[in-house]
């Protein structure tokens, strides 16, 4: 990307006051995010948190943060984004004041990833996918049928397509045992 469209999207990024070092000063929303992030990584009772969930502290990468208005709330998390009010950054204090919201809005996210986590861990929804394919193979299904049928419902889970691809591949060996 040249510099000039470097700049002109950096131009157009919504900017926000806060204090820094004891410095009001105005920072883009991506550079937030990443102090955000950072200081999340930093914080020893986070850290903590992440632990109890099992979740590794880099797959904060994975989580989207943006600033938008929002009806009502501070903040709003789900599985794959955390969504800050801009109200939270008046007045510049977010980080002194307002980033306790954070630390409650990541046990939501923390909860999300560890539901989804476990999703693919849990007895009766493995057996439940050998049980579609065993289904397949028993009615004379081709495997490339059932892998475009049955794979994108298992993919959906994954946020690595390797696991998600190794993960139907153990599914399709216990589902030809089964039919054996």
């Known amino acids: 990307m040249a510099y000039n469209q470097y700049k002109a999207i950096q131009e157009k990024e919504q900017s926000y006051p806060v204090v820094m070092q004891g410095k009001g000063?105005?920072?883009?929303?991506?550079?937030?995010?990443?102090?955000?992030?950072?200081?999340?990584?930093?914080?020893?009772?986070?850290?903590?948190i992440f632990s109890q969930f099992e979740v590794d502290p880099e797959r904060l990468e994975e989580l989207t943060i943006t600033i938008e208005p929002l009806d009502k709330k501070y903040a709003e998390t789900d599985l794959d984004s955390m969504k800050l009010n801009p109200s939270l950054f008046e007045g510049g204090n977010f980080f002194e004041e307002q980033f306790f919201i954070i630390a409650h809005e990541i046990v939501h996210w923390l909860s999300r990833v560890r539901e989804d986590d476990a999703y693919m861990n849990d007895p009766e929804e493995v057996l439940g996918f050998v049980s579609s394919i065993a289904y397949e193979l028993g009615e004379g299904t081709d495997i490339d049928t059932i892998w475009n049928r049955i794979y994108p419902k298992i993919n959906w889970h994954f946020h690595n397509e390797s696991d998600a691809r190794e993960f139907m591949e153990g599914m399709l060996e216990k589902a030809i045992k089964i039919i054996r």
């Open 25 to 48: 000063v105005s920072l883009p929303a991506s550079k937030i995010v990443a102090l955000i992030k950072e200081k999340l990584k930093q914080s020893k009772s986070v850290q903590h």
